[in-house]
């Protein structure tokens, strides 16, 4: 196949182009992965229970006095 | 990375896409035909700002990986991962346009008795080969400054890739910048600085998306696993 000079420049433009473009969509595709897996760690956080309700509940077992952390009473 | 980091990417992607918007204008429209390529000389603009490019990458890369090596700081190993991906993506892109541009100018594709593109080859292949140690290697401080060590090493071919040319005896692949300054028209040269410019900052603003991405998903994990 016989290529003519102006469509090698073509090709060596498009070349380019098309790596750009390639590169653009795989990082896209990642980005959409991240968020599908931002949302299901979302999820899973809400079902996890709260940090307040574990931290009230743990301070009716063992109130800290100020001043005094680490010692239960 | 921070918050204000992440916050400027769109506004620096619209910059490089109308960098080579402007670029690509310049190269194929404004830049006049040279005499003795005629128009396969425009590929010029293409190949030569990605072939610096890619040694920018890799220099880049090894400075990273020297600063691993010296700080013992981790977040420098994923820079220097991320650096020299960009290069090989460009070193690729180098490769495919200068074969292009040697079948317009010398009617092959490839020709081995071209000392720079030989040299240039076996840089883009030690790269490769990085990321075969990389993956072979259990995520670590190992990995790191094993990854870093040959990083280090490939540095040293980019000056004889860059300088085989004016080594060797070589009359093939054409110089154009000499001791007397660039050998070409003041409009091809602006033209040439454009486009240098504009691929340069491309590669600044992947280089900055893909370690956003890549410090996402390591960030991701770690709470996956805290969650889980």
């Keep these: 196949m016989s290529l003519s000079q102006g469509e090698l420049v073509a090709m060596a433009y498009a070349v380019v182009f098309v790596f750009v473009l390639a590169y653009v969509a795989i990082i896209a595709a990642k980005l959409a992965r991240l968020q599908r897996e931002t949302t299901e760690l979302v999820e899973l956080a809400r079902k996890?229970?709260?940090?307040?309700?574990?931290?009230?509940?743990?301070?009716?077992?063992?109130?800290?006095?100020?001043?005094?952390?680490?010692?239960?009473? | 990375m921070s918050a204000s980091s992440l916050r400027s990417l769109p506004g620096l992607a619209s910059l490089a896409a109308a960098a080579m918007g402007v670029a690509l204008v310049l190269a194929l429209v404004v830049a006049p035909e040279d005499a003795d390529q005629g128009i396969s000389q425009r590929i010029f603009y293409i190949h030569v700002p990605i072939a610096l490019t890619a040694y920018f990458c890799f220099g880049l890369g090894a400075f990273k990986a020297l600063l691993l090596l010296w700080r013992g700081d981790e977040r420098y190993d994923l820079e220097s991962y991320v650096a020299?991906?960009?290069?090989?993506?460009?070193?690729?892109?180098?490769?495919?346009t200068g074969a292009i541009w040697a079948r317009a100018s010398w009617g092959v594709w490839w020709t081995w008795s071209s000392n720079q593109l030989v040299l240039f080859l076996v840089l883009f292949l030690f790269y490769?080969?990085?990321?075969?140690?990389r993956y072979s290697l259990e995520e670590g401080p190992r990995r790191a400054r094993s990854s870093a060590v040959y990083a280090l090493f490939g540095v040293a071919l980019i000056p004889v890739s860059f300088l085989a040319i004016r080594l060797a005896d070589d009359f093939i692949h054409p110089t154009v910048f000499t001791r007397d300054g660039p050998q070409m028209s003041a409009t091809m040269f602006a033209t040439f600085c454009v486009c240098w410019f504009a691929v340069t900052f491309l590669a600044y603003v992947l280089y900055r998306v893909e370690l956003?991405?890549?410090?996402?998903?390591?960030?991701?994990?770690?709470?996956?696993?805290?969650?889980q």
């Design chain 2, 84 to 96: 020299i991906h960009q290069g090989t993506i460009f070193g690729a892109l180098t490769l495919i």
């Design chain 1, 48 to 73: 996890r229970p709260s940090t307040e309700s574990v931290i009230g509940r743990a301070a009716e077992y063992a109130p800290i006095v100020p001043g005094e952390q680490g010692r239960a009473r």
């Design chain 2, 128 to 133: 490769c080969a990085y990321f075969m140690l």
């Design chain 2, 212 to 227: 956003a991405g890549k410090r996402l998903d390591a960030d991701l994990r770690e709470l996956r696993e805290v969650l």
